[in-house]
């Protein structure tokens, strides 16, 4: 087994090693401002706050905001007020600097200032660009979703979490995802709160990622990572959630990311010509 996978002890005695998705997946994708990013699912929006400013310091791109878009659950009404960008800049900076303060890795006062200059200096949202309301991920619309190379669900919660997990892959197996797409989910890996996503209805038995779930028969499984978490963390990222489980966050978080295959036509077109081109070559030779 690859030296770097990474373990997961996902129920009760049963262990896994998931694979790493590959470091480029970060540095040429999410931070590159043409592959435009849908988020699910966000609370305080300090993930999409967090992300932007990163992506702004890393591609150096104005018009940041162009190529996210950031979604909530619950509709705006009186117990959920609309979160202002300016709240959520706020939510980050006061984060960075709880980090700062923490010390350790996160106690670099250099880089919790550069941090800090590229929340504050993000631009402000167009009116296209306002994040959404009342956007249930089990039922995202391919209108909606086809502008977007990358959908990310952090850190999804809800009563049955591994049916909510489930019912948001399965919706985008059935909308028009564009082939090469990535979705991504944020999840925790501390035992027993892992045990509530039922990993294996979506990597199929044993975590074996064999491509027998509805899901991996749509998708390629690119691999686990436990290392962006700190990234945006860094940038002061802070979960939102029913109990404050936000510093265990550091430690046990992986993002699993999933790449939409071509579809299966074309899957089956490159086969028969490729398998095509192989009768032929013993033909060929034997003339
Ligand atoms: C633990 S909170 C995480 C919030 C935020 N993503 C973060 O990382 O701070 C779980 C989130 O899942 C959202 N959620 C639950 N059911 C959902 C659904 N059907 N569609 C979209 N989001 C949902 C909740 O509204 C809540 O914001």
Redesign the pocket.
């Known amino acids: 087994m690859d030296a770097a996978a990474l373990s997961l002890n996902y129920a009760d005695s049963k262990r896994a090693n998931l694979g790493r998705v590959d470091q480029s997946f970060y540095r040429n994708l999410l931070c590159s401002v043409g592959n435009r990013v849908l988020?699910?699912?966000?609370?305080?929006f300090?993930?999409t706050v967090a992300f932007a400013a990163m992506r702004k310091k890393e591609s150096g791109e104005e018009d940041i905001w162009g190529g996210i878009l950031a979604?909530?659950?619950?509709d705006v009404g009186f117990d959920y007020p609309p979160v202002a960008l300016s709240q959520a800049k706020i939510e980050c900076v006061e984060s960075v600097l709880k980090n700062y303060k923490k010390g350790g890795v996160r106690g670099d006062p250099q880089k919790a200032m550069e941090k800090i200059q590229a929340v504050s200096c993000l631009p402000e949202l167009k009116p296209t660009e306002e994040w959404l309301y009342g956007?249930?991920?089990?039922?995202l619309k391919s209108e909606l979703i086809n502008r977007f190379t990358i959908i990310w669900?952090?850190?999804?919660?809800?009563n049955s979490?591994g049916q909510?997990i489930l019912?948001?892959l399965l919706n985008m197996v059935r909308v028009d995802l564009n082939s090469g797409c990535f979705v991504c989910i944020?999840i925790t890996k501390k035992f027993p709160y892992i045990k509530n996503y039922y990993l294996e209805n979506i990597l199929g038995r044993g975590l074996s990622c064999d491509g027998t779930t509805e899901v991996l028969k749509k998708y390629d499984f690119m691999g686990a990572d436990d290392t962006f978490i700190k990234e945006i963390i860094s940038y002061g990222?802070?979960?939102?959630?029913?109990r404050d489980?936000h510093d265990d966050i550091f430690d046990h978080h992986v993002t699993l990311v999933f790449k939409k295959k071509q579809p299966e036509a074309t899957q089956n077109k490159k086969r028969s010509s490729s398998s095509h081109m192989e009768s032929e070559r013993p033909q060929k030779k034997n003339q």
């Open positions: 988020f699910v699912g966000e609370g305080n300090s993930f979604t909530r659950f619950e956007i249930d991920a089990r039922a669900f952090q850190c999804p919660w809800a979490v909510l019912d948001f944020g990222y802070r979960h939102q959630g029913l489980i």
